[in-house]
């Protein structure tokens, strides 16, 4: 039970999976296969879509063919809520889909850059902070973007990252594209 006092649809085990997700995979959302302990030698990254998350994708790929594990990526996804009205969805609205359409080309990209990695693809319904840090119970290291917003970026950890470096049952790296002008 989070604290907001709803229970995250996370499967405990969702990391078990020895199957790798390539792009054209239909299996995103279950991808437990085996009730068998799972090793810890794999690096999970989230992935939201933005160009910092991409940049710390590439980083967690490197580091994994480093250190012989395998790469998770972690995209997480909820339906809007609001206070008061209701808001308005088109009928198609479908956010899993949206979110798998967004890894696909990634999960290639990586792939093709890094033969021989083992990469699985994890689309879960759940609140970010929570879904990685989850993640990080099957991991040997969670890798999070830093996309420094505003003034103080270079102070401030945004939510996520705060989370996860605070509740992470493994090291975390916070990765921060290196600034080209330095």
């Not at 939510?159 to 594209?177: E, L």
Request: hydrophobic share 40%.
């Amino acid at each position: 039970m989070s604290p907001s006092g709803h229970s995250p649809l996370i499967p405990e085990e969702y990391a078990r999976s020895r199957v790798s997700r390539t792009a054209g995979s239909d299996v995103w959302r279950d991808t437990v296969h085996d009730t068998q302990d799972h090793p810890t030698d794999g690096v999970v990254v989230g992935f939201d879509g933005s160009e910092a998350a991409a940049a710390a994708v590439e980083w967690a790929a490197t580091q994994a063919v480093r250190t012989g594990g395998r790469l998770d990526l972690v995209t997480a996804w909820e339906f809007p809520t609001s206070w008061g009205n209701v808001i308005p969805l088109p009928d198609d609205f479908d956010p899993a889909a949206d979110a798998k359409a967004m890894l696909d080309p990634l999960v290639e990209r990586i792939e093709g850059a890094h033969p021989g990695l083992a990469v699985h693809a994890h689309v879960i319904e759940g609140n970010a902070s929570e879904v990685l840090v989850g993640a990080s119970r099957h991991a040997a290291l969670l890798v999070v973007a830093s996309r420094g917003h505003g003034t103080f970026s270079g102070m401030m950890l945004g939510s996520v990252s705060q989370h996860c470096v605070t509740h992470a049952d493994c090291p975390v790296v916070v990765y921060r594209k290196p600034d080209p002008a330095a």
